[in-house]
């Protein structure tokens, strides 16, 4: 089955040559594109001899971005894409997490994650047991998991959201009369939801906050871990955008702390800010995000003024190379395995997740 918004991979080096040097020519010297198409024209040939699909996240590299991935897009994209797939293996050029959500969606399929070391500090700093522990402290309160977090994580958790649908989902709760709704493990993402939602935010575990809230009007309770890349900027990084280059439109990533969001033009996922590059007209852009975005947005949309920056980088997205991931395809690796019972629990959040978009 091809999904909807599937690209064209060239299996011809000639092809991958000329389209990556069309796109990267201005961020990547020749000698470079020119090694990166051999490794991707190997890649492409070898997914269609192992019926594979490659699934690649708007933070990756350049050069992969814009050579292998039948699909590229935002976490809620990709998911809603590995859960359709009938090839036989999933690799997801993307973070652990991910490949774990493509696996609770199409079980029977091999997944692989081109590295074994792609983590999130979002994932990482929640556990099961973190959350059994919130339930017990506010029981009957729904549990909202955002998807940068691992399986067990999810078991535990009544819906799945990303960036993407996080204000939809918790409005979806608040219609059905919810008045407490527990929000991990983001809190930024937390913050910044409950106020576009124009709704309280406490942090679940300060009793005196929590207890200070409106009991008649619904509240986010929420956690209190960021993202090691996206907490870095600050409003002053707004401020010098605007002074340096008048008339730049500032999108900024709702991981971002709600002092810059309030400073931004556009708060949204990475699937919001390619949108929202490819129509509307601006004179520049600037993406306050992982930064392989703004070099990827800048080979997708030549005729776009993209205002670039190479310091934030998520070390763990950076993990994933176009030589990872022809290694993955070679050796089978790395294969997420999840147990069933895992696979089961997990499934029900974040199928609702994908029916609330
Ligand atoms: P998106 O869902 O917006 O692609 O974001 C994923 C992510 O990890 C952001 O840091
Ligand atoms: Fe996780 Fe942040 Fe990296 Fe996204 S950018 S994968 S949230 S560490």
Sequence with gaps: MTIANALECSTSLDE???????????????????????????INLLKKEMNAVILGHNY??????????????????????????????IIFCGVWFMGETAKVLNPNKTVL?????????????????????????YPGVPVVSYINTYADVK?????????????????????????????????????????????????????EAAAALDPNKPAVLGWNIRCEVHELF???????????????VILAHPECSPEVIEKADISGSTKVMV???????????ALLTECSMGDNMAGQ??????IRSCNLRCQHMNQI?????????????????????????????IDRMLEIR
């Design 155 to 207: 078991v535990e958790s009544d819906y799945c959201c990303t960036s993407g649908n996080a204000s939809k989902v918790l409005a979806h709760l608040v219609e059905q009369g919810h008045q407490r709704i527990i929000f991990l493990p983001d809190e930024y993402l937390a913050r910044n939801t409950a106020a576009e939602m124009d709704i309280a935010y406490a942090p679940a575990l300060d009793d």
């Design 234 to 248: 600050t409003p002053q990084d707004v401020d010098n955008i605007r002074r340096q280059f008048p008339g730049t």
């Design 275 to 285: 949108d929202y590059i490819e129509k509307v007209d601006a004179p520049r852009y």
């Design 113 to 137: 994650v081109p590295s074994d070391k792609a983590g999130c500090s979002l994932a990482e700093g929640i556990n099961a047991s973190d959350v059994r522990a919130l339930k017990a402290k």
């Design 60 to 89: 990756m590299e350049p050069a992969l971005y814009h050579s292998v991935p039948d699909y590229v897009g935002d976490s809620l994209h990709l998911s809603a894409v590995s859960a359709k797939t009938d090839a036989d293996i």
């Design 321 to 349: 190379s176009l030589e990872d991931t022809l290694a993955a395809l070679q050796q089978t690796r790395y294969k997420v395995e999840l147990d069933a019972a895992v696979i089961e629990g997990a499934k029900k959040p």
């Design 16 to 42: 991958i040559r000329s389209q990556l040097r069309e796109k990267l020519h201005e961020v990547m010297p020749e000698f470079e594109i020119d090694a990166k198409a051999e490794i991707a024209h190997q």
């Design 301 to 306: 949309f030549p005729h776009r003024d993209m």
